[in-house]
């Protein structure tokens, strides 16, 4: 064997060494060891190789909007520039106008906006966009425009004199002159001052601007969502939308709520006649003047709902293409590519949401048939708007719009879970330290009101929060080289938290130490005080009272050892652990049902109506489990026997009376959510 | 005692010998290409991605102007390749990046296989270790994602490896070539300017990356064609004054460029253009003067140039180093020339006002980016600190896997008993690197920051690269000297001991058995 041969059997067992540590072993890509091998490593992010999802994206708003439209993305680079590739590239949708709202790529519709200051470029910015709706060419926006409700001739005209206030006259002449807000020629004058002239032409390549007549129906305009995007639609069609809700009758005085609540404007008796005859002109409704006191009763002929024939808003959904689920490695995507699917949810949830406050008035005027049908998609609705949002965390850890969902909705449901996912919003951002302030309180409240469960865990997390909040503080002051850091408004709020919470801890942690070794100090306590019912009894109140439960505990205990009889002591206790430990709770009554201990504190009803209540809680804590169906049935159960022996009594009285009605609903409830399983 | 080039040498480069690439070494560099194009091939985005793609795509099909500050060679190159017959438009302008980072890969290799044959002998451990090093590099995070999809810094990636193996031959050169007259290695300095000038069509931290040259090039001029002569100080004695003329009027320059142009507050179109007016004509003046003073010398005064003064040669070398960094960089009057055809994407409108100070307002606007505001952190030891610490901790550690690292400090320790000047230099430009390149950006604290920076950063990347090669040798040496023990027994064991007297073991395949032995 010579030197040639070591060399070549050294450098094929090298060659496998460095084959494996560069491509890794085994199949498995969830392997913690992967981050030792260098493919492995870097393959989840970076293979692209089946990642449509911009391209899926740009065509999901392509397929989504009418012929001939007019499209203004908000300018994020995800949506513009697929946008553009698909317009200018692949020449999609010709029949379409793009506009970004800086015009970096798209036609500069707000003119030359770096060399245009500030002040006038929101005015300008607010004449165009009434210019474009004004067009009969459906325009759609990718974001909720601000005050779209307001916009009109005379609100310009209003903004014009606000952001000119106290200049000279002199110049306020020229002002006058540019911008000419008195009719729709004078806006078309000022906008060419603006924008170039093959810019402004391009807008009435189909169409053009409604005529002189039709100007008393321009403005303002509401928000329709459909999909991803919001149709600005004129004033006029909320009637249509009020008249669909109210079961397609109703007149001005009926509508008017539901127009504002729609619109967020309040429409004006004189805009109500002139818009429903134009609205009976194009179809969509009849009207008969009542002879009585001539007002309005209107008929809905057609629902304005659908963009397409037969395809509602939620309907989008299922036509778009959203596949990034399916692919095995698109939570590793880059951050760019995973704000688009954080875009789906929140655009899907946003939709859901509607769709619930647009059914939680249907059912205000639904015959009584239909109201069952319109409560479970309501609460159907309900559930897929938080299911969207949290079926997308999971590819989106870092998103701090959908933590900020997840948090909000959570608010009263689950204390724990809101503080959770707003107190991540600070971990993914250290700037953005507002909603830690918030997470503690949440936990902080929590903490209190169930004393028993995770005390000490809970106190704990909110002091971690705030410790987050304030280390932030102070990297975010330090970093800037400034000062404030003590002057600052939430670490000033959150220092007195920190007091009042350090204090909680300190307790809390004295009452564990205490109870650690208290079958000593009660055996004390007992022996000073000895078996006086009435000084024990006062005893556990005040104990209650300072929140020392384990051994308030202990003495009801020994309270019940020493009267086993006392039917006062013993309903003081399952009203203690009511309180405070709910499956205790459940326990002592479900003996007390077996060993049939009932007096006259615990009445069989009164028991059976606790444990009702008590299943029901916990059935609604643990809402979507299996758990909870368990509990739900249980809590059926025991609220039918409730009733059935109050059935038997001759005198009710008004507290038995409520606890009837609150069983009769809770078990209509439990029905419902049984019978959507 | 005199200084000579031979101690200093055998002190700082002991093992180091020169070393050109033959047609075999291309040839291996060349399937690695290939592998690496269809690898990034096999994982690239099949249509439009996230981010500026898009855009640039669009860009590319139009050969419009994309975002700022134009990058004119990704849009002009890119073309070429929107006219593969088949693919989506976006597929094949990622195609491109691939291809790109497929070339950055190559030029790599050839950087590798430079420096390992400089050092080593045994080819077959060389080509082994170099195209372990290719792998790990085209498999590193952010120049593996950069290929995938259309982006701007493949194409300005590939600038790295290239202008750095153009300084190696260059130091080649330096070191062999002993004339009467200073040698410079103007030839491959030129190239060097060129590629840098052009490369500034692509990203512009390219600018950074070169900020260690200077000293790369000071240290060899010095110890290998100035110091080494016995009467240097006669090579030094005229001409300072010419060469602080010439320093003066470059620094003026760009001053006026800095202060005036690059770095306004408000824009450059306000008072009639009063900023824009003062810088540009100051800095148009100031290498006229720097041209004239060039010309004078080549055209009419040519005999009278001091061939063997240093600091004559030197301020010839520079004006000439700038003049070929301008005609790099005149790739960005692309901008100038398509604007004008008002193509449909034409970010920045340069030829949207009628008045050339106008457009150079635009167009300035446009290279220095103006229109992006940023809002960075100021520069404090607190801030620079965290931002290194996020630098080594999230950005760098995500690159190589674990052990990767650990073969890279082998190679560090190899170069240092082996070539402690390029030990030196390597790391030098690592650290000013990050350093200016962290205290240019200023980057925030959070992930979103560290994603969008990563990829400014893929030099730092190319550079712990470099190591891993070196590594890769010294474990294959290892072995082999094991290998030998176990298998060839005591025979060989003499030959072996005595090659490696005087050393560890593990050097056992140096140049001296390599010389003995060449394969």
Known sequence: ?677 | MAFKSEDFQKKWMKDYRSYDLVFQDKLIAAFVFIAAFVFYALHLTPGVSAGDNGELTSAVYYLGVAHAPGYPIHTLFAKIFTFIPWGNVAWRVNLFSAFCGALTVYFAILVYFKIMFSLHSNKLYVYLSAVVGAIAFAMSKTLWSQSVTTEVYTISALFHPLMFYVLLKWQDKVMQTQRKDLYLGEKYLLAFAFLLGIGLGGHQTIIITQMYTLVFLSVFILFFQVLNRKNFKAYLRTHQGHFAFVLFLIFLAWAFYFYYIVRYESNLFVNQFSNLKPGVTVFVICYLLLLAYYLYYRLLAQKSIAYNQLFHRLSLLAIKFFGMIFLGFAIYFYIFIRAHGNPPLNWGGVNELDTWWGKLAKFFTMINRKQFPVNPLPISFYNVLTQLNLLITKVHYSQFSTPFFLIAALGGYELFRRCRLWLVLLVFSFLVYNFALTLYIKFDFNDQDLFFIEVFYIYSYFLISIFIPLGVYQMLSLSHFLLSKILLKQKDEQAVSSTTSGTSSSTSLSHQEGASNPS
């Open chain 1, 1 to 677: 064997m010579n030197k040639r041969t070591i060399a070549i059997v050294n450098a094929l067992l090298f060659g496998l060494l460095f084959f494996i540590l560069t491509w890794g072993v085994g199949s498995d890509f969830s392997s913690e060891f992967d981050s030792f091998f260098q493919y492995k490593k870097n393959l989840k992010a970076n293979d692209n190789s089946l990642n449509w999802v911009n391209y899926n994206y740009g065509k999901n708003f392509l397929m989504g909007m009418e012929p001939n439209s007019i499209f203004m993305t908000e300018g994020g680079d995800n949506q513009v520039f697929s946008l553009l590739y698909f317009a200018l590239v692949e020449n999609k949708r010709p029949d379409v106008d793009f506009f970004d709202q800086k015009g970096n790529v798209f036609p500069r519709l707000y003119g030359d906006i770096l060399n245009t200051s500030a002040r006038e470029l929101s005015l300008v910015q607010d004449i165009r966009d009434f210019q474009l709706y004004s067009t009969d060419r459906p325009v759609y926006v990718t974001w909720r425009r601000a005050n779209i409700e307001k916009l009109s001739l005379s609100y310009l005209r209003n903004r014009k004199n606000e952001l000119f206030q106290g200049v000279n006259p002199q110049f306020k002449a020229v002002l006058d002159r540019k911008y000419q807000l008195n009719n729709l020629d004078g806006l078309k004058r000022t906008a060419r001052n603006y924008i170039d002239r093959s810019i402004y032409d391009l807008k009435l390549r189909s169409g053009g601007y409604l005529y002189e007549q039709d100007f008393k129906y321009l403005g303002p305009w509401y928000l329709k969502q459909f999909g991803l995007a919001f149709k600005v639609t004129p004033f006029r069609y909320a009637i249509v939308d009020a008249l669909d809700i109210h079961g397609g009758r109703g007149d001005y005085a009926s509508l008017q709520e539901t127009i504002a609540a729609i619109t967020k404007i309040n429409m004006s008796v004189n805009q109500f006649n002139l818009y429903t005859r134009q609205l009976a002109s194009e179809g969509y409704l009849s009207f008969s003047e009542n002879d009585f006191d001539k007002t309005l009763q209107l008929a809905l002929l057609k629902p304005f709902d659908e963009v397409f024939k037969g395809i509602t808003a939620l309907d989008y959904w299922n036509k778009y293409k959203i596949f990034y689920k399916d692919v095995y490695n698109s939570y590793a995507w880059d951050f760019l590519t995973l704000e688009i699917y954080a875009y789906y949810a929140r655009y899907q949830r946003s939709q859901y949401l509607t769709q619930v406050n647009f059914l939680k008035r249907k059912i205000n005027f639904a015959p009584q048939g239909e109201k069952e049908g319109l409560l479970a998609m309501i609460n159907e609705y309900t559930l897929k708007s938080e299911e969207v949002v949290e079926e997308n965390l999971a590819f989106n850890p870092n998103n701090v719009a959908l933590h900020y969902y997840v948090g909000s909705v959570n608010f009263n449901k689950d204390p724990e879970k809101s503080a959770k996912h707003l107190a991540k919003i600070n971990e993914i951002d250290y700037k953005n330290t507002r909603w830690s302030l918030t997470a503690a309180k949440i936990i902080y409240q929590h903490s209190l009101k169930n004393q028993n469960e995770n005390y000490l865990e809970n106190l704990q997390k909110a002091k971690g929060y705030l410790d987050k909040l304030l280390e932030s503080k102070r990297t975010f002051y330090r970093s800037r080289n400034s000062g404030g850091y003590e002057q600052d408004k939430e670490v000033v709020e959150a220092s007195k938290i920190m007091a009042v919470v350090d204090e909680a801890i300190l307790n809390a942690e004295k009452n564990t130490e205490f109870s650690r070794d208290s079958s000593a100090d009660e055996e004390k306590i007992v022996n000073q005080i000895g078996n006086d019912k009435e000084k024990l009894v006062a005893l556990v109140k005040n104990l209650e009272s300072n929140k020392q439960f384990t051994l308030a505990e202990k003495i009801y205990n020994r309270l019940l050892a020493s009267f086993p009889d006392d039917e006062e002591v013993f309903g003081d206790y399952v009203n203690f652990l009511r309180e405070n430990n709910l499956d205790k709770a459940v326990t002592v009554l479900n003996e007390v049902i077996e060993t049939e201990k009932y007096s006259q504190a615990l009445s069989e009803d009164k028991v059976k109506f606790f444990l009702g209540k008590l299943h029901f809680e916990k059935a609604e804590k643990n809402s979507g489990t299996q758990k909870s169906i368990e509990h739900y049935e249980k809590s059926r159960v025991f609220f039918n026997d409730y009733l059935a022996l109050v059935n038997e009594k001759t005198s009710i009285d008004s507290k038995t009376k409520n606890q009837i009605i609150i069983s009769e609903k809770s078990i209509s409830h439990i029905d419902l959510v049984l019978s959507k399983r």
